[in-house]
C-alpha cells in the first residue's frame, strides 16, 4: 500500500503499479469532493509549504485545497514578499522554512532539477508542481485520471498531444505515464517546437494535424507560449492558429466518443477555439476538479499516512 519512492519528481520511471495505485486512491478521493463536508483526517498534524517560485492559478489553488481537505497545516511561500528578494539563496530559504518543523514540499520552479535538489538538502517529501521544462507530474497524472474516467482504460487508447512539445513539462509527464500505462501517444507542432529526435520518446510525431488527429480518442492541447513567438520559433498567431489551432471544423472527422482536453491557461482563439474549448466533448474543467482528487492521493501516499492508518488497524 506504499508508492516505491517518498518523493513525486517526474513520471518518467515511475512504475506502473505506483500510477495505477496513486489513480485507484484518488478515486476514493473523487468521491470525497462530491460530499457536503469536504474535509477527511489522515493528513492531520502534517505541515505542508507550498514553495511557489513561478505563477500557478490552477496547480497552487488544487494543492491547498487538497492538503485543508486532508486536514494538514499549509504554509504557502510567495517569491515576491520573502527574502529572496534581500539576495537569500534557495538552500538557505527552503532549510530555514524547514527549522519550522515541515514534513512536506510542493515546489514549483522554473528550473528543471529544483525538486530533486531539494531531496538532497531537506528531509522533508518533495513534490514536483512544476519545473521549468522538465515535467509537471500531478498535470500528468490528473489528465490519465480523466482519460480512465471517461473511456473507462487508458491502455489501447490513442492520445495526441498538440502544441509546444519542446518546451512543455506537460506533454513530458502526459508522455511519460500514457506510455507506462500502455496508451500509444502521438505529438503535433510546427516542427520549431517539436524536440530534437521526438521519436525517442516513443512517440509518432506529425508536422500536419489533420493527419495527426486521424483515429486518435484524445487530444489534449497544449498552451501556446507566446513568448516563443518572439523568439522566431513560430511566425504569427494567426499562422499557428490556422495551421494547428483545434477547430470544431477540425473535430468533425473524429471517432465517436473523442475527448478534448487543455491543462490550461488556453489562449481561446489561438490554439482552441471557443466552441471546442466549452463544446460537449470538452472535459477541461473536469480536469481541474480531477486534479485535487490525484494531488490528494499524492499527498496521502507519499505521506505514510496509509501505512500509519494499515498498523493502526492492524494493532487493534
Ligand atoms: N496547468 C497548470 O499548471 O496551470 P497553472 O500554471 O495555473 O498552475
Do not use: W
Not at 507542432?189 to 495527426?212: C, H
Not at 489551432?245 to 482552441?272: A, C, D, Q, S, Y
Amino acid at each position: 500500500m506504499s508508492l516505491s519512492s517518498r518523493h513525486l519528481l517526474q513520471l518518467e520511471g515511475v512504475p506502473k503499479e505506483d500510477l495505477e495505485q496513486i489513480l485507484d486512491t484518488a478515486e476514493s478521493f473523487r468521491e470525497v469532493l462530491d460530499r457536503p463536508i469536504k474535509k477527511v483526517p489522515p493528513l492531520r498534524g502534517k505541515t505542508v509549504l507550498n514553495l511557489f517560485y513561478e505563477p500557478s492559478t490552477r496547480t497552487r489553488i488544487s494543492f491547498e485545497l487538497a492538503e485543508k481537505r486532508l486536514s494538514a497545516d499549509t504554509i504557502s511561500f510567495s517569491k515576491a514578499v520573502s527574502s529572496v528578494k534581500k539576495g537569500e539563496t534557495l538552500k538557505d530559504t527552503v532549510r530555514n522554512i524547514e527549522a519550522m518543523k515541515i514534513d512536506m514540499v510542493v515546489v514549483r520552479h522554473g528550473s528543471p532539477g529544483v525538486p530533486y535538489y531539494l531531496t538532497q538538502c531537506l528531509e522533508a517529501n518533495i513534490i514536483n508542481a512544476g519545473d521549468g521544462t522538465h515535467e509537471h507530474p500531478t498535470q500528468g497524472l490528473l489528465d490519465i485520471f480523466t482519460i480512465r474516467q471517461k473511456h473507462k482504460k487508458v491502455a489501447g487508447l490513442r492520445v495526441l498531444l498538440v502544441g509546444d512539445i519542446s518546451h512543455s513539462r506537460v506533454a513530458r509527464s502526459n508522455i511519460q505515464g500514457l506510455k507506462t500505462l500502455g496508451a500509444s501517444v502521438a505529438v503535433c507542432g510546427p516542427s520549431t517546437l517539436l524536440p530534437y529526435q521526438v521519436e525517442r520518446l516513443g512517440v509518432d510525431a506529425y508536422t500536419n494535424i489533420d493527419e495527426a488527429m486521424e483515429g486518435v480518442d484524445v487530444i489534449n492541447i497544449l498552451r501556446i507560449q507566446l513568448e516563443r513567438q518572439k523568439a522566431g520559433l513560430f511566425p504569427s498567431q494567426r499562422e499557428y492558429s490556422n495551421l494547428f489551432g483545434i477547430t470544431g471544423e477540425r473535430l468533425k472527422h473524429l471517432n465517436p466518443n473523442f475527448t478534448i482536453m487543455h491543462p490550461g491557461p488556453m489562449n481561446r482563439g489561438v490554439e482552441i477555439t471557443n466552441e471546442v474549448a466549452d463544446g460537449p466533448e470538452s472535459v477541461i474543467l473536469d480536469q481541474v476538479t480531477n486534479g485535487q482528487a490525484v494531488r490528494m492521493a499524492v499527498l496521502y501516499l507519499l505521506s505514510g499516512a496509509d501505512k500509519t492508518e494499515t498498523e493502526t488497524l492492524q494493532s487493534e
